[in-house]
């Protein structure tokens, strides 16, 4: 049979950390040097094969990460069943960011939300700041899944949805 599951996802993390550009890549296959940065939130949507008889389509809340915007998340999390919580490997304070929202969504979100942790910019890798190492170990302490992508490249963004569509609950 056929199965089709639609599921709310939001992004967060430090502006600057390729919040929009993960999202383009994922849903129109591109990527721009030159994105501005977010006002408010953007939606999105993108419907993924995850495999012969299984269609996901995920509802995308893109939010702002710039100070200023900071009280606005709670109202595109509160409802979401999926977090990806975004820093970018070459910005130790991204982490810290991270590591925040986190503990938000941990207090304030649904309890069955899938929470990612996505380390972006691995095209910089000899730039990188924070240790895959670090990042992940920090990922397994609190039971969230760990994911080092690229919106540059297009690297390992789009198995990053996948996978988390894999840890939803699909009937
Ligand atoms: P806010 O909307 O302010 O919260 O920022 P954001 O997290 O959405 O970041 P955005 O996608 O706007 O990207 C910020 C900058 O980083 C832009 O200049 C992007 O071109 C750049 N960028 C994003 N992803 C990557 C990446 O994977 N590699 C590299 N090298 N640059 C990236
Ligand atoms: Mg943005």
Redesign the pocket.
Known sequence: AMRFAQFKLVLL??????????VHRFVKDS????????IGAAFLTQTIQIDANTTVKFEIW?????ERYRSLASMYYRNAQAALV?FDITQESSLDKAKYWIKELQKQASSGIVIALVG?????EEERKISKDEAQAFANELGLMYAE?????GEKVKDCFKDIALKLPLE
Do not use: P
């Open positions: 993390g430090e502006s600057a950390v390729g919040k929009s550009s993960i990527f721009t040097d030159s994105r501005e940065s977010t893109d939010t702002a990460g710039q975004v972006n910019k691995l095209d910089l992508v690229s919106a540059k490249t």
